[in-house]
């Protein structure tokens, strides 16, 4: 028994051969695997978020809504590729259970900002484990992604902060919606005023 546990080989050599043609490990690759998902159903939320924001009849907040929806579906052919062109396998996404109701207008809005933390924190795991792993090439193609959600939770806090500036009584959540184009990022807001 003792020498047959010797001889037999310590991995599965049909999954080396597999692994010898991506530069990723099995970890990394399933980790950037999660994330094609979470973006895939960030972009299903997104469109949701703009069904609802136009029932209540916010139309600028629903274009927002759809044009984030579309840069989420982007993020995801991203990851997609990049899986792809390391010589790993990306997977389509089974995306399910996706909210429809967010309990009111600020509601969307909070769950907009709820939602790109929790990418935040998946980027940055994936981030830190490609570090672990001496994963140079992922470590630099995820910086791109850091830099955005800095980027997405800077202007998600700008338009719930909208909310609480001009208040919703009145022609208040009128003009929050008015506003909800004119958010944006630190850089773009240097560039106005430059
Ligand atoms: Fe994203
Ligand atoms: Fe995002």
Known sequence: MVFLTILLPKHNPMKDTIRIKTSLSEEIESLLN?????????SSIYLAMAAYSDQLGFEN?????FTQSEEERQHMLKIFRYIADSGGTPISPDITAVPQEFGSFRGV???ALEQEIAVTKAINKILSAAYQE?????????QWFVRE???EEFTARKRIELFDVIGEEGIG???IDQKIPEIAPPEAEADLNA
């Open 109 to 111: 809005f909070e769950s």
């Open 34 to 42: 999660d994330q094609v998902k979470m973006e895939g159903k960030s």
């Open 134 to 142: 001496g994963d140079h090439a992922t470590a630099n193609f995820l």
């Open 149 to 151: 959600q800095q980027e």
């Open 61 to 65: 907040s629903s274009e927002f809504f």
């Open 173 to 175: 959540r009128y003009m």
